[in-house]
């Protein structure tokens, strides 16, 4: 069964627009194993399994499936291949029970049936060893059980080529175990298995062989016994690199923001920030690690005026008047008005930090329109600060009137961070601000935070590469489940210390 | 007085029946359809040329009138107007994904347009003196009633007296709840109006449904103009006459929370509330105006209350209103 | 299924996104889209009533202008009456549209609006003198179709009720409230005899002059208003993004309730040019559905106001000509409404061209698109 070609890529190209996502890129995955596909965030990984799944069509090349010529021009002929792909965006209706969402878009011949239906659900479960009510609504759902209904609706089709894209990331170590588990049965059991991940040590852990993109092109296939993390990380990027980020030691730390005992429920009514305290030095970068969704998210808005707690405060220390200002219960208008200089780098870039279809200039005026007294705006200083950071941060751009979704992530970074430091904070908090962003760029951020912190601005930095967190962080925040699990300093902590940290309340909160 | 009241709520209740049931199962599909009274007014029209050819062709004579034939002809003509404009809207909004609330405006502008273009032009066409044209004669096979429904005195004539269109559109609407909640046809419908990207990932066709669900609700609306014109006005069209019945089936969906079977509840309340004016004692003819208000501020209610109780399961389909690509990126 | 016949299966036709189209390429493709309407509007008529095709375009034209090289100009007056009418309701809607707060209850606003002036022209009629008078009618019906268009903001910014059918039934509450004020002032004849104190003045040659002359100002404020002003910023981002408005400390529901209070004082404008500048006089009809219209005016012409005049000006074009055409001809008026629907669907329908363009599979192997 082994080393028979599943599934194989050859000369596979697309492009989106002036983009070109994959090109060239040959690829084979075989029966009974698990083929890993690595390559940075943006190296065309996605895209490239999109186009097995049929969401995508190539512009050019061809697909070969057992050795014959295959066109997958829709998901349903994706089936008609056996092939099923568990997104990194779940696809699931939220209304819709567990059961209704496996069974969605099937021709069983039994007709509608549900409760059949829940009986092999139940029974896939057994084999495979998931635990699943398929009786329950998606939306009352944590990640990992819609997870669960992702892959138990592609086992339900009888899908025998598995594509799952960034599985773990939203797993927690023990829930990443277990699946893990789970797929190396399927594997067992003949299927072909290829998973999506730039994360090395599952890489090494779990896979038989390593497919590495970079950039859209496809580099090369080692087999996983005979490689090792750095020989990876060079095919990854290209050349070895060592991290190497600079770190001054703060001068002069102050306090200048508080948080104490904050709680916070989200709208769907769950607590997202359960008794949260810390404080942020002037002239420190905190950095705060955690799993995805952990409430990172909720605590940077909460700071920043967009979410309201249910008890505890925020207090600021001006360092002009020496008063401490209680920023929470406050707009963000409101706190601008106190005079506190907090910019905030949002997570999601083109929904919220800018406007997509608006121009740089246009953009750079979303801090700063409401300046003098006139009822018009003036687009003059924006313009000049539009052409510095265009100049400064060496952002790609046709022109300075081009709309900001036109640029590339890198680029839209670069303007949304110009922005942001531009207005002199004395807070600046930034949520995972090199996703998608090329090494390069990467850099660039990572100076630019470092330059802000020696001006002495406390410095917020979300991230979830550890790697990244352990090196440029003075002292890194550790939350889980939305708990502080633990304060660490940046430069003694290890990286097996932090994991356990975000991981430490998990168990208990899912009960 | 009050069955008569009960009565006559039932026969107003009907075009909106049709007309909401339409708009839900094209909702159902993600699209907000604006378009509906435009074609509820081709649907009346289609079936009054339809009815007109025929009775021309049996020389404007009863006796000459194949029952069947006088009932099929008028349906099948209606069917193919409105299901025409639905084609006309679906192709706007799906395949080109022009905005649907533009679209249903232009459609509901060109429909009423055609409506009475082709209702003016057969006015003409028969020299009438008043500006209507009668087709009494259809209209008799329309509006057949049950052979026993006088000898049951009150519960005959609430439950029993109606034509056969206003049975057919209670049935249609149990059927689409039926279909909604019980089929896997209905479960792929929703997961298209709820999330497109993830019924396509599932295989399911979602142009084709969506194509599907509005050319059939459109064809659905269609009948409630027809049985308007055949059953509540006697076979009777005059230009404008239908009004503003179509805005009204819109504003049922969200009364009746995206379910036909509450459609049912729905359009007999604003039927009855349509009515009031002429059942209230004492009323002066200004107070009238004012009276008829009443459907439209019920809905205003409504509209409120259901926004302020947000409850998962009766919220809009998820992509109300949203295009479809699936290589947005 | 099986998997053989699937081979030549590769879609023929591909639709791709595209990226920004140069702007005249974009207009080249609406020109191109009315030129089409247009065209098929002649064929439809010249086939109904058996004109030749370009004779059709005749008697449009003529049913617009009329004799207008004659030196006859009544028919151009009346001509751009109907356009700034329906301009001045486009101009409302559009902040309202681009906000993306789908306010489709122009008609009642403008009804309103109306109304209020039709009140203080009957009740303080003789009672002020015209130069206190005229201003009061004003002021009253810009504050009275402000006031009916905040009322389903109000809702809005505070429950999230859809606007789009809330606005929706408020036209049929306002008719009705028309209906009833008319009967009891008109005394149940259904009419109300125009009245001429606090009528707007007359200037120039025709009545229409100064309503026109009040919407081409409306029009160059609202462009300044939209693209220059702070609080046409903030239009923009709402609209946009509301997440982003947050973010940067915009009170998105003030906004919402500040645009709408406009939206609501320009439809009350149009409904006061209607009363006080042109008929005197009210009824259900006044408005006579162009609230509608105007939704697509704003929609077509890309909210920027002085597309906006282009777009009022065609459709008030197709639909006088249309009309004209039918009525010499027999044909039934609503010609014109078809005619008017099937150009608007023309140019919404290639607007899927101007963002996506096709592709063919085969002839572009090789070949860099």
Known sequence: MANQAAIELKNITKTFGSVVANKNVNLTANRGEILSILGENGSGKTTLMNMISGIYFPDEGEIFIDGQPAVIASPKDAFDYKIGMIHQHFKLVDVFSAAENIILGLKEKEGYNLKAAEARISAICEQYGFELDPKKKIYTMAVSEKQTVEIIKVLYRGADILILDEPTAVLTPQETQKLFAVLRKMRDDGKSIIIITHKLHEVLSLSDRVAVLRKGEYVGTVETAKTNESELTEMMVGKKISLNIERSEPKDPQVRLEVHHVDCTNREGSLVLDDVSFHVNAGEILGVAGIAGSGQRELLEVIAGLQKTDSGAVLYHNPKTGNVDLLQGKTPLQIRELGVRLSFVPEDRLGMGLVGNMDITDNMMLRSYRKGHSAFLERRAPKDLAEHIIDELEVVTPGITTPVRRLSGGNVQKVLVGREIAAAPTVLMAAYPVRGLDINSSYTIYNLLNQQKEKGVAVIFVGEDLDVLLELCDRILVIGGGKVTGIVDGRTATKEQVGLLMTKTEGGAEQ | MIVEFISRAILLSIPLLYGSVGEILTEKSGHLNLGIPGIMYSGAIGGVIGAFLYENACGNDLANMNPFLAILIPLICSILFSVFMGLIYSFMTVTLRANQNVTGLAITTFGIGLGNFFGGSLIKLVDSDLPSIALTKTSKFFKAELPFADDLGWFGEIFLSHDFLAYLAIAIALAASFVLSKTRIGLNLRSVGENPATADAAGINVTRYKYLATCIGSAVAGLGGLQYVMAYADGVWSNNAFGDRGWMAIALVIFALWKPSMAIVGSFLFGALCNANNYVQGLGAETQELFKMLPYVVTIVVLIITSMRKKREHQPPESLGLPYFREER | ?369
């Open chain 3, 1 to 369: 299924m099986s998997q053989n016949t699937k081979k030549h299966h590769e879609p023929l036709i591909h639709i791709v996104k595209r990226d920004d189209m140069v702007w005249w390429q974009a207009w080249g493709i609406r020109l191109a889209a009315i030129v089409l309407g247009v065209l098929l509007i002649g064929i439809v008529s010249a086939v109904l009533t058996g004109e030749s095709f370009f004779e059709v375009y005749g008697i449009m034209f003529r049913g617009v202008f009329g004799r207008i090289f004659e030196g006859k100009t009544s028919m151009l007056w009346k001509f751009g009456q109907d356009t700034v009418i329906l301009l001045c309701l486009g101009l409302a809607v559009a902040p309202a549209f681009k906000m993306k707060f789908w306010n489709c209850g122009a008609e009642g606003q403008a009804l309103i609006g109306g109304l209020a002036a039709m009140f203080c022209m009957i009740q303080f009629g003789g009672k002020l003198p015209e130069w206190m008078l005229v201003p009061l009618v004003i002021v009253s019906s810009i504050i009275a179709g402000a006031i009916w268009g905040l009322i389903p903001a109000i809702f809005k910014a505070r429950w999230n009720t859809n606007e789009t059918l809330f606005t929706l039934m408020m036209n049929y509450v306002a008719t009705q409230i028309i209906a009833y004020y008319v009967y009891i002032v008109g005394g149940g004849s259904n009419v109300i005899n125009p009245v001429e104190t606090g009528a707007l003045p007359v200037i120039g040659k025709s009545q229409y002059l100064l309503n026109i002359l009040i919407v081409a100002a409306l029009t160059v404020a609202m462009h300044v208003y939209l693209k220059y002003s702070k609080q046409g910023y903030e239009i923009t981002v709402v609209g946009e993004s509301q997440n982003t408005a947050r973010y940067i400390g915009i009170n998105v529901k003030k906004v919402v309730l500040r645009t709408m209070m406009l939206s609501g004082a320009v439809c009350g404008i149009a409904g006061m040019l209607l009363v006080a500048g042109t008929d005197h006089s009210i009824n259900k009809d006044t408005v006579g559905g162009q609230g509608f219209t105007a939704i697509m005016v704003a929609w077509l012409g890309q909210f920027n106001p002085f597309v906006m005049v282009l777009m009022s000006a065609l459709i008030i074009f197709l639909r006088t000509g249309a009309a004209k055409v039918a009525d010499s001809n027999m044909l039934n008026s609503s010609f014109a409404d078809i005619s008017v629907g099937l150009v608007i669907l023309m140019l919404v329908g290639c607007e899927f061209f101007i963002q996506y363009s096709v592709r063919l599979r085969r002839a572009k192997k090789g070949v860099e698109a």
